[in-house]
Structures are given as C-alpha cells and as structure tokens.
C-alpha cells in the first residue's frame, strides 16, 4: 500500500532557528512530491514541486530534497519566523497515477 | 500563476439537505479536476477524479450517489453532497490540472468547509 509519513507530528521552535521536516513515502517509484502550507481553516499554499528526476528545489528560505531510493523527503527552513507557523503537508504522485497521497502534516509554531 | 476558485469559500446547512460546492479553473482549462476532503485534524483524502464530459471516478468508500460530481465545461466542476448529514462535515478541497500537459502539477483551490447541523 502506498502510504506517506511526517514526522514529527507537531514542532515548536524560537524564533531564528534552522529546521527541517520529515516525509518519507513507501514506494520509491514516484512522478512527483510537493510541499504544501496550510493555514489553520485555510486551504493549501503550494511551496515546492520536486520532479522524480530532481534532488531538490529552493524558494527562498525554503529548500525541499528527494532521495527517491530511501523513500525520504525533507523541507528546510531557514531564519524561521512567526509567520512561518502553520501546519505543512508533503504529497506524493506516485508512478502511474494521477492521484497525490497526502502526509497527515507537521504542525509548526515558530515561537517570537 | 494557475488560479483555482471554489464557491462557496464555506456554507452551513441543515441535516437532509442538499449542497453544491463549485470548483473553477480562472485562467486556464482543466480536463481533470480532482476532490479531496479533510476531515478535522487529519490530512486530505481524495474522493473521486472528475473528467470533463464523463462520469467521475470515485475512491473505494466514497458513495457515488451521495456525492454527485459534473465536470460540464473545462472550466467548471461540481461537487453536491446529497442529503448531507453531521458525519459528512468537513474541508472540502478541489485542484485541477491543465489540459494538454502531463499532468504534472495540479493547483488548488482555497477549499469549502460544510458544517451540517
């Protein structure tokens, strides 16, 4: 069964500090992974879209890698900031179908 | 960018009552969209692919008759939840991919939430 994992769950951190969440996916063979940012009540924020054949992606303080062969997939953020709180969710596009599986999330609460 | 609406942004009805929950594509034609719903605390789900000028496919466990999917135009899909009762509360959640692409990213709309009392 195709599943997708963040850990951890929930983060609170200070102000100013690097970070990096967790997706990890149980099938390698994958088209596409994409970070969402979802405010509390809010629909979905696209962040970064990383293809099968990509390492990684950066917008800004954000950086997202792939390592498709251990099912893994990290986001980094840098100089974290209050705004930055929301809860953030990986998908993954799977080979050969349309569909993304969503993570259940990591709510982040960057503290001033 | 790929804009993705949805109407309305969140509604309230009555337990037996009938919703419809719009989806559009604002500045380009979507052959595929794609509902998802989120329930409180938990990720999204997908509940069925919608195919402009055909029947939708839906999930395992997703009552196609209770939940009525049109894709009429390549702009516009459709959502009702037929007889709406407390347990289908939820955040609803469209995206839709361009037509003639590889489907290679679908964008989101900002989402309905349904509270059914």
């Known amino acids: 069964k195709q599943e997708v994992t963040q850990i951890p769950a929930a983060l609170s951190v200070p102000e100013g500090e690097n970070l990096v969440l967790n997706c990890s996916f149980t099938?390698?063979?994958?088209?596409?992974l994409q970070w969402f940012r979802q405010d509390p009540g809010k629909g979905l924020t696209s962040l970064l879209l990383?293809?099968?054949?990509?390492r990684e992606q950066t917008s800004g303080r954000l950086n997202a890698s792939l390592d498709k062969s251990s099912g893994r997939s990290t986001l980094y953020i840098a100089a974290s900031q209050p705004g930055d709180s929301a809860t953030y969710l990986c998908?993954?596009?799977?080979?050969?179908?349309?569909?993304?599986?969503f993570g259940t999330g990591t709510r982040l609460k960057v503290l001033a | 960018g790929a804009v993705v609406s949805q109407h309305p942004s969140w509604v309230i009805c009555k337990s037996g009552t009938s919703v419809k929950i719009e989806c559009r594509s604002l500045?380009?034609?979507?052959?595929?969209m794609f509902w998802y719903r989120q329930f409180p605390k938990q990720s999204l789900m997908l509940m069925a692919t919608?195919?402009?000028?055909?029947?939708?496919?839906?999930e395992q466990g997703v009552e196609k008759d209770k939940f009525l999917i049109n894709h009429a135009s390549l702009t516009l899909s459709t959502l009702t939840v037929t007889s709406a009762h407390p347990e289908d509360s939820s955040f609803y959640i469209c995206?839709?991919?361009?037509?003639?692409?590889?489907?290679?990213?679908?964008?989101f709309g900002p989402g309905t939430r349904l509270t059914v009392l």
């Open positions: 919608s195919n402009e000028g055909s029947k939708a496919t839906y």
């Open positions: 995206s839709a991919t361009l037509s003639g692409g590889s489907y290679n990213e679908q964008f």
């Open positions: 990383i293809q099968s054949s990509q």
């Open positions: 500045d380009f034609q979507a052959t595929t």
């Open positions: 099938d390698s063979a994958i088209y596409n």
């Open positions: 998908a993954v596009r799977f080979t050969g179908t349309y569909k993304y599986i």
